[in-house]
């Protein structure tokens, strides 16, 4: 199995609090991973830095085989020919005050399956309201926007940050769903969820962030089977969940 | 109501060059967050510029090439001076613009002289249109349509250009643009060149007007600045209202009251401070 993205002793800060130390983590083609920790372990930084939002201090990352470490953020997004990444910020990070269609005309047009006419087949609503401000948009239907956004990079690997954060459960099934179909198209993902049963019942394999560093690595159905340990690892959303 | 129309009319030119200079400005303020005090100086490069290049060219070749010339300088600028200071405190980038606007007004005073040269337009130009209103001659109705023509250019190239949606896009939020594989440094480096575009233009127009001296960018930039505040940061419409609004305000006081003609500028911004801080169309929050 080829590697997609490799990080390997990331240390990250913001501004003099040390965030991530020394976070190594892997997905292979094709793989769906999941990043579970508490609130504030560190997995949206590891998911910044690996985009070089919040540049990492130490560490390299990989990506396609390719050392990235250094490159700016566009080109991590765009790749270099063989697919790039797409990014799903936690929060949306929607642009409000721009029509859904003006949303999706931001990333560059990139050969592949992903075009604004599949885009909109994949998602039917955003085609119904293509012209609509994307502030208007209710917070699903953003977070499909968010998604649709990231896939016209026709990304190879997608970071997801808490799709599923203050959506109503019909609601993260129907997003799931679509993640569950770019999954199916070979998409690789690294999926961050404050929800581990979620995150759990949908990845192949698993990492614990803690205090920015990994405490847990394993298959996703090994850890989802011992909810003492998911309870201990990753927090009180789980044991409440399950 | 000669005098009115003959004041408003003054004013609605000069208003046109403030408005054209706070788009600028406004543009550059939202993506690059740079408060660009050397926006005068571009503007004054401008109409130098056109005035070295009509005798080669002819006026109209000048007024068409010199705005990608002073943009093209501008340019230069943002990629070897502003560029390095992005993500530092706006301080560094305001103490730079405004060294830089000394220096370009000082480079076009050693270049061209501090008197000051008359930017000849086409003689036709210069004849009343009508002979009642003889405040309207041919140059001063170019003015107005050249400036409304660009100022409709620049809302059609933000609205449906790929370039234009990435600009209002990266106004909200640049890291999720950079994020989304737009190459965030080259839309920097073209949205303050299109800034400047727009400031070059408006230093060309207003030299066949007012005739050209190094001090015409600091001159006219205070009430560039004005024209945002009273518009309202944020919004780009407002900047070209609030430029109209106080050059006609003026405009129309210097017919009666010549003195308080600058006053009045202040006098309304103070105005739409006390009753609407964040200006007439300026985002909730920016200043309130």
Redesign the interface.
Known sequence: MTLLLEAEGIEAYYGKSHILHGVSLSVAEGEVVTLLGRNGAGKTTTLRAI?R?TPPREGRVRIFGQDVTGW???RI??GSGNG?VG?V?EGR?M????TVE??L????P?PGQWSLATIFSLFPRLAERRTSKAGRLSGGEQEMLAIA??L??NPRLLLLDEPSQGLAPVIVEEVMQAVRRMRSEGTAILLVEQNAILALAFADRAYVLSDGAIIHEGPAAELAADSEKVKSLAGARASRAA | MQLLLFGAFNGLIVGFFYALMALGLSLILGLNSVINFAHGGFMALGGYLAFTLAPFIGFWGALAVSPFAAAALGLVAERGLIRPLYGRDPLYSLLLTFGLALILEDMTRTIWGAQGVPFAIPDFLNHPLSDVYFFLTGYRLLVVIVAAVATGALFAVLRYT?LG??I??GN??L???????????LLRALNFALGILLAGLAGILAGGQLGLTPTMGSSLIMPSFVAIIVGGAGSLIGSLLGGLIIGVAAGVTTMYIPAASEVVIYLIMALVLLIRPRGLLGQEGLFE
């Open positions: 985009m939002l700016p953020t566009h997004a765009r790039g990014y910020p990070h642009f409000r005050h721009l003006e949303n005309r931001v990333p560059p990139t956004r990231a016209l990079l | 790929r949606v990435c209002r896009a909200a939020d890291e999720t643009v950079a994020s989304l594989g737009v190459n965030i440094y």
